[in-house]
Every structure is written in structure tokens, then in C-alpha cells.
């Protein structure tokens, strides 16, 4: 989907993330049991560390630097990988990086946002850069991941501390806009491979913070466009906060249906249902 970015909208995607790293890492350093876990086997200190090291890989990827980790094994791990490749990659990557002291952390993690932003300053927000897979992405998107990263890693982290994480609908709308569907509709390379689901089905995508879109997913391959009035099996509506947290698979899709936060009719609503239920995020 070629990505029609305001510079209004270029400049908050930068802002938000600024204020989430900030948010983040405040929440880091005020954090006495870092032992804790919080997703699968990764304690808070291991998921400060990954948010860290994907700062890193954003700051290098945005410029265009295919070596960002410096470990020649590894950044060539995350051009060929897909999503079937990442939980491994993640694994290899932190016992790479071992440090996990949560005051070095933050601040590493601060370098890498400053060094992704400044160099976000003399690119344009549409133009193509490498990514994960061998994807190649607006440079904006690699601003909006990085800022979607914070988000479900930091969410991820408050709920073992008990402590408050907010995700505005103008923070998810960013990375739905920028990160979420140009990664669906854009170049996937390998990153896509064996997505999607069997048959087609074509989904309108539509909330007061987003720009709507049709995502199209026929037989593994996907594409996304515009809406333009064009025949769909259903329309979704939906609280972009929701929608980031069914998509990444922190609440339950029937959860944010039940709430009214995610909401499906047409003429075929049970295909989003399923199309929701059975998609891949990284």
C-alpha cells in the first residue's frame, strides 16, 4: 500500500514515540523484581532487553544498514527469517546481548530511540527501507514498530508490576496506519510466507483515528488499498487499542467483540471473525 503520510501525522509518530520510550523506561527504573516474568519464559528484564535490542535494529534498518546487531549470523538470520523464525531469532539474539541490568538497559534504550529518530529527521516517511524478512517498508513504519513495540512490551510488563499502562487510541492508530497495514499490503519479502488464509476474503477496516482500508487475502498472498466503495464480505469497526491488542494477542478476540471494541457485519461477517482469529503479527 503506497502510504500517504501528512507531515502532521510524521511528526506525532515521532512524538508518541518519544513519549512511550520515556514512559517506558521511568516504568523500568522504578521496577524492583526484575525477575519477574511477564510473557513466556522472558522475565521483565529479558523484555526490556528485546524492546532494546529492536531499537537497535530499527535505527540501523532505517538507514539502510543490514548489519545493525554487528553479528553477522544474526542480522542475517532477520533478513531471511519469517514470522515462523522470529520466537528462535528473539532467543539467539538476547543470549547475544546478555546485559539485563535495568538502569543500562533504559538507557541503552533511550540511545537507540534518539539514534532512530535523528536519523528519522533526513529521510522520507514513505521511502522504502529494508526491514525484518527481507520487507522493505516506509521508513516511517520503522518508527511506528518501534513504537508499537513499547507499547505491548511495556502493557506486557505493567500487568506483572500491577502498575498502570495506558495505550491511547491515537497511539495505536499510528502503528495500525503506519506499521501494522503498510507491513500487510506493502513489499513482504520472506516475511509473509504462508500468511493469509485459504480462499479470499476482502475486509473494509474502519475506525475515527485511522484511514480506512480494504485488506484483501486471498490463498496466502495479501494486499491492502484505499477504500473506495468496492463489494467487501465485511466491514470491521474498531477501537485501534483494541484491535493492537487482539492482533498481537494480549486480549482475546471475543473479549474486545463482547465489549463492543472490535465489531464485524456485512454480508460476511464471520470471515473477519476468522480472518482475526487465524492473523499472524511479529
Known amino acids: 500500500m503506497e502510504l500517504d503520510i501528512t507531515d502532521r501525522r510524521w511528526q506525532d509518530v515521532r512524538d508518541a514515540l518519544t513519549g512511550a520510550s520515556e514512559r517506558f523506561t521511568r516504568m523500568l527504573l522504578d521496577c524492583r523484581t526484575p525477575d519477574r516474568r511477564t510473557i ?54 538476547l543470549d547475544h546481548f546478555p546485559e539485563r541490568a535495568l538502569d543500562v538497559v533504559s ?80 513489499r513482504s519479502g520472506r516475511l509473509l510466507a504462508g500468511a493469509g488464509t485459504p480462499g479470499r476474503v476482502t475486509l473494509e477496516f474502519r475506525s475515527k483515528h485511522t484511514v480506512p482500508v480494504v485488506l484483501t487475502s486471498e490463498n496466502g498472498r495479501l494486499q491492502v488499498e484505499p477504500a473506495d466503495g468496492r463489494k467487501i464480505d465485511a466491514r470491521v469497526t474498531f477501537d485501534p487499542a483494541a484491535m493492537m491488542l487482539t492482533v498481537f494477542r494480549r486480549i482475546r478476540l471475543a473479549r474486545a467483540v463482547a465489549t463492543g471494541k472490535v465489531f464485524a457485519f456485512g454480508r460476511r461477517p464471520w470471515a473477519a471473525v476468522g480472518y482475526l482469529r487465524g492473523m499472524r503479527s511479529p
Not at 41 to 66: E, K, P, Q, Y
Not at 168 to 175: F, G, I, P, R, V
Open 40 to 93: 513466556g519464559d522472558w522475565s521483565v528484564a529479558d523484555t526490556a532487553a528485546h524492546v532494546s535490542v529492536v531499537a537497535r535494529l530499527n535505527a540501523g534498518l532505517i538507514s539502510g544498514d543490514l548489519s545493525p546487531l554487528d553479528a553477522p549470523h544474526l542480522d542475517q538470520g532477520w533478513q531471511e527469517a519469517g514470522f515462523g523464525g522470529f520466537a528462535r531469532l528473539n532467543d539467539l539474539t
Open 107 to 186: 538507557n541503552t534504550l533511550l540511545e537507540e530511540v534518539d539514534l532512530l529518530l535523528t536519523r528519522a529527521k533526513d529521510v522520507d516517511p514513505r521511502e522504502l527501507r529494508p526491514w525484518l524478512g527481507s520487507a522493505q517498508l516506509p521508513a516511517a513504519a520503522h518508527v511506528a514498530h518501534q513504537l508499537n513495540e513499547i507499547l505491548i512490551h511495556g502493557l506486557d510488563i505493567a500487568r506483572v508490576l500491577g502498575v498502570p499502562w495506558h495505550i491511547s487510541a491515537h497511539e495505536a492508530a499510528l502503528t495500525f496506519d503506519l506499521f501494522l497495514m503498510p507491513m500487510l499490503g506493502g
